[in-house]
């Protein structure tokens, strides 16, 4: 099927010869990590994707000059252009024509942000460089992540990538549930059971809810109903979102109506936002909760022992429903993704691979990971001592040392960092023991199903259900529907345009178009 080029790439290919300009010239060959070691350091451009104006690259006058950049080069032997591009302005370096030798994304290759630039031809596919040049990092990437930057069965970037896509997981305040004498809850009744004895001990919120179900759908995702982007499913020969199940999205329903009915729940939840949310926790008002696993247990421990002392928080399974499944969904195996202008010689992308294959090496690790000895660490008797950043200031150079820097890595965590303490090493444990067996499957579509544009009270976003379709869980909850009506809700959903919607996505699942599944393989 031919694909029409945007305007933006229109102007691309016009002046194809100027794209990676700075690319052109005399080429160097390649040695060990991307380097020329007769030829002096291997030089090219890089752009690196943010989307905060503020940090500590963005206060830079001069990234090529910082002190981690010129660090990477001296480890690799290269000398890095270095530019951060802020993915809202990623369409004007299209238009303006002003492509690096390797562009950072946030974004799959067909997605917006691209601009319609891997169809145009603009980046080169990568997938005999990879076998060549990269082999450690070929095998080392997940299936789903090489898949998710591929285009036409072609691979065309080299992704940050996750290989545990379940990031989200429940909490408990284990010292809490001690004193209730139960064990650790396992399905949807256990669950329960273990919120009212929290509420005989005080507990002002057993399960701490937030508003559009956001961090609190523990419950739609033991009967696998989550409403969002990338949780469409196969029902009949059609393919639709899991709201559609109709029997377990009404007994997901009743299970919260009769959490807001007891008390288990805040009453004003449709309304808690974000900050009240975690107000609430860090103060030691919620018995349970869900949060990002990576970030979210070392600072909740430390927020509610300020509180209270003897408080215990980790990290368990999530409540089981009646088809055994639990959790929440799955992230995309991809976070960036790094595209080599087609533009640059064959000699610099061999050298460009290696460099992306030192990434992989255990002395990357290290130096993303910790720094310089001496600076940023030491070791005594063979045990690092890991100079944790005391501000924000540090925490944002850590993050650009080894979030930003580092690319080419699992972002799944960071091991080495992780295991220096036992709130690190508790984290790996949840992540390896609990969150690898849990999260739901699901179908995306990348780029976007184009119906969503046209009924934007339909379209879900990655972690919030579609407006129509949240007011009315709402209103159920609330007692102000009837749970039993939800398949008029269907019916309203289909006639107000879901019908559009499940048409392009049986369309596109069977034409395999664009299409990812998601899934905890």
Not at 20 to 46: H, M, R, V, Y
Not at 83 to 89: V, W
Not at 250 to 277: H, N, R, W
Not at 441 to 470: E, M, N, R, S, V
Request: aromatic share 10%; charged share 25%.
């Amino acid at each position: 099927m031919k694909k029409k080029v945007s305007l933006v790439m229109a102007a691309v290919l016009a002046a194809g010869s100027l794209a990676g300009c700075s690319s052109q010239g005399k080429e160097q060959a390649s040695g060990t990590n991307g380097t020329t070691a007769d030829k002096g350091p291997l030089k090219f451009s890089i752009s690196l994707p943010t989307t905060t104006g503020d940090g500590y690259a963005q206060r830079s006058p001069d990234l090529n000059k910082d002190k981690w950049v010129q660090r990477l080069n001296k480890l690799t032997n290269t000398e890095l252009d270095v530019r951060l591009i802020q993915r809202e302005k990623m369409s004007v370096l299209f238009a303006g024509n002003d492509i690096p030798d390797v562009l950072g994304s946030l974004d799959m290759p067909t997605g917006k942000d691209m601009s319609g630039s891997v169809e145009a031809g603009v980046f080169m596919p990568l997938d005999d460089l990879l076998k060549q040049y990269a082999p450690n990092l070929l095998q080392k990437v997940p299936k789903a992540a090489w898949d998710s930057v591929s285009y036409q069965g072609k691979i065309y970037a080299i992704p940050d990538y996750l290989t545990n896509p379940s990031r989200r997981g429940t909490y408990i305040r284990t010292d809490l549930l001690e004193k209730t004498g139960l064990p650790v809850p396992k399905t949807v009744d256990d669950f329960l059971n273990v919120m009212r004895a929290f509420k005989k001990l005080g507990v002002e919120n057993p399960y701490q809810m937030r508003e559009n179900f956001k961090y609190a759908d523990v419950i739609l995702g033991a009967f696998d109903v989550l409403p969002y982007k990338d949780q469409f499913e196969k029902q009949g020969d059609q393919i639709v979102p899991k709201f559609f199940d109709v029997e377990n999205t009404q007994k997901a329903l009743q299970t919260m109506k009769t959490m807001y009915d007891e008390g288990l729940i805040p009453k004003d939840f449709a309304t808690i936002s974000s900050t009240d949310y975690s107000k609430n926790i860090n103060a030691g008002k919620a018995g349970m909760s869900s949060a990002n696993v990576g970030t979210g247990l070392k600072d909740f421990r430390t927020s509610i022992k300020a509180v209270d002392p003897s408080a215990k928080v980790d990290v368990i399974a999530s409540p089981k429903g009646p088809e055994g499944k639990g959790g929440y969904f799955l992230y995309a195996p991809m976070v960036r993704a790094f595209y080599i202008n087609k533009n640059v010689g064959q000699d610099k992308a061999a050298g460009i691979m290696k460099f992306f294959e030192w990434m992989t090496t255990d002395e990357a690790a290290k130096f993303f990971s910790l720094g310089v000895e001496g600076e940023n660490y030491t070791v005594e008797n063979g045990k690092i001592n890991y100079k944790f950043p005391a501000n924000k200031e540090e925490t944002q150079e850590e993050g650009f040392r080894y979030g930003t820097l580092w690319m080419a890595q699992d972002a799944t965590y960071n091991k080495i960092q992780l295991g220096l303490n036992q709130d690190g090493q508790d984290i790996l444990k949840a992540f390896d023991t609990v969150l690898s067996k849990e999260g739901l499957p699901g179908i995306g579509f990348y780029p976007d199903l184009k119906a969503f544009a046209k009924y934007p009270d339909l379209t879900p976003l990655g972690d919030t259900g579609p407006k129509l379709i949240i007011d009315h869980m709402v209103k159920m909850i609330y007692g102000k529907e009837s749970i039993s009506d939800w398949p008029k809700v269907i019916e309203e959903y289909k006639s107000k345009g879901g019908n559009e919607i499940i048409k392009e996505a049986t369309e596109r699942y069977n034409k395999k178009d664009g299409v990812s599944i998601f899934n905890n393989q």
